[in-house]
């Protein structure tokens, strides 16, 4: 069994926010199996909270031995899998026989100096390092697109009515397609796995300065804390964690 290593320290939350009745988001914090995960669920009801539950669920199930190689084959047979359940078996069940059931996901994996972001949909993965932060993941939404492929401006696309409008998701299609990222984790970094909910009403600044307190479990206070002080509109979760 490769050695995960007890090194990495996390803090992770997850609330309702201020409108929504429901949380629908599902987080996941395994520092000893260097595993984290945030899921934001969709479909409205108990269909969301469903989706994003089944998710960590089988995450949970999954066997820690193994490479860093290894375990990124499990986590996409396994999301693949929960792909087909919520996209089939689920939804065609459900009350309601066209009713969307899905989740975006983000995930870390972690090995002794290497790291993987896994992820599906725009909740989103982040790293602090030496007081720049960056975005690991890009957003699959219909307002990155219409950056990328016609070129409008950040604003130009924010304009568009379908802007935040999901274009990857767990159980959205039946052929999920993940990005993946793969890095060196160096002393000093601190990396952020977070829902819409949160990067939503936060300036890169406001996540940045966050990120650079000493703990885990005051970075994530302070994002909450923020994230609650505005119109917490949607779920808020998100896992903060440092090698």
């Not at 790291?115 to 307002?143: F, N, P």
């Not at 697109?145 to 950040?154: K, T, Y």
């Not at 703990?215 to 964690?241: C, K, M, Y």
Request: hydrophobic share 40%.
């Amino acid at each position: 069994m490769a050695e995960v290593g007890t090194r990495w320290k996390s803090a992770a939350r997850t609330d309702r926010g201020k409108v929504r009745a429901r949380n629908e988001d599902a987080v996941l914090a395994l520092p000893e199996r260097g595993l984290w995960l945030v899921a934001d669920g969709m479909g409205g009801h108990q269909n969301g909270a469903l989706a994003s539950r089944l998710i960590v669920e089988e995450i949970v199930e999954l066997p820690e031995g193994g490479s860093l190689d290894d375990r990124l084959l499990d986590v996409r047979d396994c999301l693949y899998r929960v792909n087909r359940l919520l996209g089939h078996e689920i939804t065609m069940t459900a009350d309601k026989p066209d009713s969307i059931m899905g989740s975006t996901v983000v995930m870390l994996l972690a090995q002794g100096e290497r790291a993987i972001c896994v992820w599906a949909g725009d909740s989103r993965g982040y790293l602090w390092r030496s007081g720049k932060l960056y975005q690991l993941s890009r957003d699959h939404c219909l307002m990155q697109e219409l950056i990328q492929e016609q070129q409008l401006s950040p604003a130009e696309a924010a304009s568009h009515p379908s802007a935040r409008a999901l274009t990857r998701a767990v159980g959205a299609s039946d052929d999920l397609l993940l990005d993946i990222v793969d890095f060196t984790i160096y002393p000093g970094d601190t990396l952020m796995l977070c829902s819409d909910g949160l990067y939503q009403d936060l300036s890169r600044d406001d996540i940045s300065d966050a990120l650079s307190l000493e703990s885990t479990e005051r970075a994530l206070h302070r994002l909450f804390r923020q994230a609650l002080s505005g119109p917490a509109r949607d779920n808020i979760s998100a896992v903060v964690i440092r090698p």
